[in-house]
């Protein structure tokens, strides 16, 4: 479910999801399960300007976040707008070894119903 989801999700979303499989699942099932698949490696967390946590697959690779200031969620982004190569030196000595970007708008669902 969460490698399948379109950006990270929080304990609540998964929880919504997964009741259309499982009618009756606990919401602590998923927080116990979601605690299991941190410390394992196979999520990670992400934690975005509202503080929610959201979760997605930990192999995901560099990618960056979309979060639509209308329906609160959050997408995931195949693009990189911003161009950094490994050791990027910036003004005042700072060196860049990676970087995350969140970007807020509106989503296109959201968008159309303009």
Do not use: W
């Not at 195949?78 to 970007?103: I, N, R, W, Y």
């Amino acid at each position: 479910m969460i490698r399948r989801a379109d950006g990270p999700l929080s304990v609540e979303e998964i929880h919504e999801r997964a009741l259309g499989d499982m009618p009756g699942l606990g919401i602590a099932t998923v927080y116990r399960t979601v605690k299991l698949l941190l410390e394992h490696g196979q999520i990670k967390s992400v934690v975005l300007d509202d503080g929610v946590a959201r979760y997605e697959a930990a192999d995901l690779g560099h990618h960056h976040h979309f979060r639509c200031l209308n329906c609160d969620r959050v997408f995931d982004l195949d693009v990189c707008p911003v161009e950094f190569s490994d050791a990027t030196k910036l003004p005042h000595g700072f060196v860049v070894e990676d970087h995350e970007l969140t970007l807020f708008g509106t989503c296109p669902t959201c968008t159309d119903q303009v």
